[in-house]
């Protein structure tokens, strides 16, 4: 068995590990790989091994794997940020938009899907973190982001999405992850289906399980370090 292959295992048993820890069924849990700078033929490995839910965080390397991939039954989702003038593009290649954190980016959105004549499953991302360096709703506005973005007609929401702080202190991780839960509670109060809580990374998902994840997006504990900063991918100067 290849390396790939191997760390799935691990990983699943640390996503089964949580479930029972916090009295929840395995299969609420999706196991997203973040394959951002992973080539293709070593997301080819992870499909080989039974995954199929991929999530991108760049237009161009959703467009360079495209090919490769698209033998292979998967789903992809776009996990990045998304610049407007790319939406046109990114839509071709994914079934779902998991960092919707901006009205102008959901009038485009709207826009390009009713030109295309479809609609998108989109989650709602929350800066949870409060920080600076991270894109999302701020968590006040979340709510009221929302409630606008349900009244498009081409815009499915589907969840909510948040990268958690990076802090070795636990309990300030478990507060960005149940804030999100919170806001999920009041926006399905609201009618607004947004059943998935797309929370929890290598570092974290034992926490996220706990305070009610339905998807893990893990990238490095399964394909290894990458040679880019998150910053690289995670900042707005970039
Ligand atoms: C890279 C990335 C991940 C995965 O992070 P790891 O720490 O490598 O597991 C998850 N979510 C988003 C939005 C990412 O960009």
């Excluded at 068995?1 to 849990?29: G, L, P, Q, Y």
């Excluded at 407007?84 to 009205?103: T, W, Y």
């Excluded at 991780?173 to 009618?191: A, N, P, S, W």
Aim: with cysteine; net charge neutral.
């Amino acid at each position: 068995m290849n390396a790939i292959a191997e760390n799935i295992i691990s990983i699943k048993k640390r996503i089964a590990n949580a479930c029972i820890k916090s009295n929840r069924s395995t299969d609420e849990v999706k196991l997203l790989l973040a394959t951002k700078t992973v080539s293709a033929s070593n997301i080819i490995s992870a499909f080989k091994a039974g995954e199929t839910l991929i999530g991108e965080n760049k237009l161009q390397e959703l467009q360079e794997k495209a090919e490769q991939l698209k033998v292979y039954p998967h789903e992809t989702h776009f996990i990045g940020h998304l610049q407007s003038n790319k939406v046109k593009h990114v839509l071709k290649h994914v079934q779902c938009i998991q960092s919707v954190d901006r009205l102008s980016l959901a009038e485009k959105l709207q826009k390009r899907l009713e030109f295309e004549d479809r609609t998108m499953n989109v989650f709602l991302q929350v800066n949870t973190s409060n920080e600076a360096s991270k894109f999302g709703v701020s968590p006040q506005n979340a709510l009221d982001f929302a409630l606008r973005v349900s009244r498009f007609d081409r815009i499915e929401i589907r969840g909510l999405m948040t990268i958690g702080l990076f802090s070795e202190e636990d309990f300030r991780v478990h507060k960005c992850f149940r804030l999100l839960k919170d806001i999920q509670h009041q926006v399905l109060e609201k009618g607004i289906p947004a059943h998935e809580l797309s929370m929890g990374m290598s570092g974290d998902l034992e926490i996220a399980i706990e305070e009610g994840s339905t998807m893990v997006r893990v990238g490095t504990a399964i394909f290894g370090a990458r040679s880019y900063p998150d910053s690289y991918y995670w900042n707005e100067n970039k």
